[in-house]
């Protein structure tokens, strides 16, 4: 059954695109963060992600980051990768494409320009056209903070009866909902939490795992979290959980990809330049950075 | 110290006002109620907030409602009365009534009805002002889906530092603020979950206890979730967390105090009608929160 | 046919309270606003809006402010009382002890603390049982930004149905929605502009007058808006309205009720503080304020 | 100077774009619906809007049907490309092409992915780097009903003090904004109302014209109101608007395109269906659509 093709269990980091000074992807400079990434506790890798900066990749870039990180971890790893498009021939041909380029399950974001018709019959059918169509796993992604689009535990757990979606991860921080979705799904449905800021507070509601832009510098201590609930550790999974939770804020909600990359390059990966609209981080958000790291233990 | 003086840990029911088909206060099935409500494992009760319709009482009868729950637990349980007026001037009168009447704590709600004006600095402020005033502990309350408001972190925090100022019941289901909160907040000051639909995901986070709808009816099964969250006991604390996620929905997000007070009435207690403008629940709703009772092993 | 009986053409100042330094009503100095505004161009008052601070007046004081104008008036203008509570009974009673005052009409708020039930059969229903018990003309008040519920077209058209539910004071800014309405209505009912920004925008649709926070200090201007339009002099017209909108925005959205007040102060009108949790304005905007003024040519 | 390059006076459809039941474009049919248009008092087309279901459309797809049109109109009237790519780059580049296929001015939506990033300095910055590169004339397009952001008058001010920044399509609906713009901005930078719904209160407001979804089939009538108003004959211009109101509501906000391509079938257009995620009428809209365009004597 292919809900149990893929354990999802764990720590994912929806890896940052790094680019060069002049805007182009910076390959070399992947290629020596996912050498630290390998070494760090994670079960897998998001590409093309929201912290991947996927709606400023063109299609075909998209695709060769799929193809990088799935030839770079040989298997060893699990490599979802974003596949969204705002149309759903668009979303089924990009998922054809990353299958292609060695992905392991597809990230399909929920469409979100029509929003007011974007209701629980569309998106569910949305997802079933997709996932009928797709030569891989499927996960839902639901970020309502950039779509605008909050999909309830109604339409998640319609969409999550077409036996190729496999869970979701879900970015709006209600871990109600989480809840509500473990306990009705079907089996082998899984729920990731979306953010680091969160993640013992999903893992009680029954999520699995996580994929947080804070993995990208803090795997190791996310895993901590994770290992500590399983073990029964609740004081530990606290207290690890708490300790992250500032600078998890920081590279999320309050300065996004921006803040993400700036914490990378504090932390010796290569976060570099984000792409316009967005804008690089000012001098006073980097020195707050640098002392929520610190006060985390992460450097 | 004042952030000291009261134990809050524990399950806090938001009592329903009972009333009678005509419409005025039944005190006396709020009696019987209580004598129920005292044999639940139960830390104390709400009185006058969102769940006790407290926008349709008259201020006499907010007071007098917090008069009778006070004489009739006399001490053996906390009594926090929801004291909120639009107003500062209104909330500081209407808190001196209740201590006066026998409340032990008050609950003030975000004044919203300028919202855009309701900023940090005017919060703040005015939380300041209601504590100065105030002739016991005050709790913050936010309850987004009811204000249109969201207290943000730095705002409760902000608050959090009058002396006076002991906890906030928290009910925009955000479990990474309920963290940044327990986390930044001064020694003492504590989260209570708005809901018994997330009360172990906040638990996870440093919550300490829940003020939920839901501990009308299932005041024992929410207690089971703190003692086996508290003895290390995940397993037991999310089954019974789990179990009680749909009958939680339906008397909150969906179908609101009508829902609850249906519930009630199937579980022997008396919920009755409520007030206009709410309207009570027809019979299709009826029937599922009565199937949802059953699921949750409640009745 | 009471949709007959008032003509509610024409500009109407929601009228700021004035308050002394003590917090007090100052009626002295209500009563030589009422002088000044008594030689400006305007069809009557709106006592108890929302720049009336109402959700911070005491029910007798809201009641006592509808009698000192009223009695000031001497049936010379309308007074539009606004009556609305947050539960059925607290409004009906409310209009009835307005109408006792010597009300024209009441002004009766959409009830919105308990937002995600007040769906178009509530509303309605509210609407229809407020208007059944009143002795006086309803007219519904649709203030999104202060209550965070917007009426759509067809809930108004519904409540209009009622004969003594007689026209809108609309303040969501949407002229679509007042041309909807005013296509649909019944004959008689009339929709009032909930703000001077766009009064010459829902002229254009179809309404008849406006509640302008503005009009307190500028109500020849906007009677000018309106003269011009009426008689075709659409050049006219809109010169005026552009002139004036940038001072509107400031005594309304950017500064609300206390930007309307240092305005007044300005205008040789008696403004004075606000009640909190409102806050008085600083230095700065009041600075802004007095450009803008003269900017308008008011002052 | 480029403010006064074109006259962006009067009406513009966003053309639907027409697929065949296989999905691909039927140029042909686009071909004889531009023939029939090229006989309505229109100034021009926008192609790539949100009516042209651009999100579903591949970036080829994007261009050819600029090329099309612009082919078609041999200069004749005015073709609007939309332009907009989520990224800087993207929109620059895309802009190039459109410019290279005919177009006359650009469209620029403003980007939203990164929501919370895209505050005032963002926006400005991107329509600035767009605008710069830009080969021709750049109009603004703000569309909250789809993005989630809605640009406030001071941003849409800033980003019009570049020279290349000729307008902006506003689908806010605030024709209040609208009168603020038109007031501050600089000489010659015009509004165009976003929908039918609200055009003579824009215009009333300052607005130069309308891009609406409604003008894809009802080019004459909301000519008529333009002239109406132009020509001071009020009472004519409302009669129109408010004859179309209905009718615009269920070919914009109630149905969308696939309301508006429903209602072009019955118009002797085609229409045809739409590209999911967005899903065809069923029959009862349909039959409603039907009514209402009787009923506005379109049909």
Chains 1, 2, 3, 4 share one sequence.
Do not use: C
Not at 86 to 92: D, F, K, N, R, Y
Not at 228 to 238: L, P, T
């Amino acid at each position: 059954m292919i809900k149990d093709s893929l354990n999802l269990q764990g720590v994912f980091p929806p890896l940052a695109t790094p680019f060069r000074e002049d805007g182009g992807i910076a390959y070399d400079l992947l290629e020596s963060n996912l050498v630290r990434w390998g070494s760090e506790p994670l079960s897998g890798y998001v590409v093309g992600g929201s912290n991947g900066e996927f709606t400023s990749l063109t299609n075909v870039e998209r695709v060769s980051l799929v193809r990088f990180v799935s030839d770079h971890v040989k298997g060893a790893r699990i490599v979802i990768a974003g596949s969204g498009m705002p149309s759903t021939q668009g979303t089924i041909e990009m998922g054809v494409e990353m299958a292609g380029a060695g992905a392991s399950a597809l990230l399909v974001i929920t469409p979100s320009y029509f929003k007011s018709k974007m209701d629980h019959h569309a998106l569910v059918g949305y997802f079933a056209a997709v996932a009928e169509a797709s030569p891989l796993p499927v996960l839902l992604y639901n970020v309502p903070a950039n779509t605008g689009i909050d999909m309830p535990a109604e339409t998640i757990l319609a969409a999550a009866r077409h036996p190729r979606i496999v869970g979701i991860k879900d970015s709006s921080g209600r871990v109600d909902k989480i809840g509500t979705v473990v306990k009705n799904a079907p089996e082998g449905f899984v729920v990731l939490a979306g953010s680091g800021g969160y993640f013992l507070g999903a893992l009680a509601m029954g999520a699995v795992g996580t994929v947080a832009a804070l993995a990208n510098i803090a795997g190791a201590a996310l895993s901590e979290i994770l290992e500590a609930f399983q073990r029964g550790d609740i004081g530990k999974a606290q207290e690890t959980q708490l300790r992250l939770i500032d600078v998890n804020t920081a590279v999320t909600a309050r300065y996004g990809v921006p803040g993400l990359k700036a914490a990378m390059d504090m932390m010796g990966y290569y976060g570099g330049p984000v792409r316009p609209p967005l804008m690089d981080l000012e001098t006073e958000p980097r020195e707050e950075i640098r002392r929520l790291l610190v006060e985390a233990g992460l450097s």
